[in-house]
């Protein structure tokens, strides 16, 4: 029989302990459980879906307002003598004020192929330090990109009438032998506004279809 100083006590209740821990351990790995990971935070796909429509209903309003308004400009452009296209020679004064006339130097001129079609681009700088990328369309302006070179002159008409999606557009573009239309031109027929508004009209639908059902 122990004595009251003898550690058979404290040895017996280290090896129940001891028994304890394995029966433990033995059923953490028949069962395969332990302790849980912690939950990773899941992003509601209802929040993405809600951006989608923001997006889609904030670029179709904006392309919309656009079309219109390029449609509006349209009358006021060829109705103006200073809207005829520019030549490089001079800088001429013409009554109206729907457009104006600038010189500019050639900073580079670039070319993009994509599903929409090819691009042609034109970067330049005006004597007052703005910049401008402007694409060029039609046969005239894919000459007119074909024979520009950077630091070279040329002359940008612009559309200045305010209140308009044309207004401070870059509408031409001439050299020394011809001139070119850019896309912003009425008589382009390279006007895309009605195509991203429809694009952003069908995201908008398409998340709102995806979030009611």
């Not at 209140?163 to 050299?175: I, M």
Request: contains cysteine.
């Amino acid at each position: 029989m122990p004595t009251p100083h003898s550690p058979q006590p404290f040895q017996d209740t280290v090896i129940r302990e001891q028994r304890v821990r394995s029966l433990l351990n033995v059923r953490v790995q028949l069962t395969g459980k332990g302790t849980p990971p912690p939950r990773k935070r899941r992003v509601d796909a209802r929040w993405g879906l809600i951006v989608m429509m923001l997006v889609g209903l904030i670029q179709g309003s904006y392309f919309l307002w656009a079309g219109r308004s390029a449609l509006a400009a349209a009358p006021i452009f060829h109705g103006d003598e200073s809207c005829r296209l520019p030549k490089l020679d001079s800088l001429r004064t013409a009554s109206g004020h729907a457009c104006g006339l600038e010189t500019a130097v050639v900073v580079s001129v670039t070319y993009s192929s994509g599903r929409s079609g090819r691009s042609y681009r034109l970067k330049t700088v005006s004597a007052d330090g703005s910049r401008d990328y402007t694409s060029l369309a039609g046969t005239e302006g894919i000459a007119l990109w074909r024979r520009l070179h950077p630091t070279q002159r040329v002359v940008l008409q612009r559309f200045v009438r305010p209140g308009y999606y044309l207004t401070g557009k870059v509408t031409a573009v001439a050299d020394s032998v011809g001139v070119g239309m850019t896309r912003y031109h009425p008589d382009s027929r390279t006007h895309y506004e009605g195509m991203f508004a429809t694009v952003g009209l069908l995201m908008f639908a398409c998340a709102l279809a995806l979030l009611v059902l």
